[in-house]
Nanobody, 125 residues
Framework: QVQLVESGGGLVQAGGSLKLSCAAS????????MGWFRQAPGKERDVVAT????????YYADDVKGRFTVSRNNARNTMYLQMNSLKPEDTAVYYC??????????????????WGQGTQVTVSS
């Protein structure tokens, strides 16, 4: 098993920045990839960004490209999401997730085995 703990959420004005962290513990050696997802009230949980744990290959949803950066520190078993130029529509609960399996992509919630508890990001206009 893997335990995931997110931190770094909060309230920020439009145009501001936040950096989320996701600390993993447990069987971290079994992780193939990790991802950030977000879910706004009444909406589905959507992928934001993903990163493979060994090679560091990344994927970004179209609406965050150029504004968000996903990274990882393998030594600290931590994944990050640097969010710049935040918009009110980025407001959501942000979740990190870990996958123990190899897939050709990691863009859907079904590809992930473990989830964090979520952290609220609120962007005011």
């Amino acid at each position: 098993q893997v335990q995931l703990v997110e931190s770094g959420g909060g309230l920020v004005q439009a145009g501001g920045s936040l950096k989320l962290s996701c600390a993993a513990s447990g069987r971290t050696f079994s992780i193939y990839a990790m991802g950030w997802f977000r879910q706004a009230p009444g909406k589905e949980r959507d992928v934001v960004a993903t990163i493979t744990w060994s090679g560091g290959s990344t994927y970004y949803a179209d609406d965050v490209k150029g504004r968000f950066t996903v990274s990882r520190n393998n030594a600290r078993n931590t994944m990050y999401l640097q969010m710049n130029s935040l918009k009110p529509e980025d407001t959501a609960v942000y979740y990190c997730a870990a996958s123990f399996h190899y897939y050709s992509s990691y863009r859907g919630p079904a590809e992930y085995d473990y989830w964090g508890q979520g952290t609220q990001v609120t962007v005011s206009s």
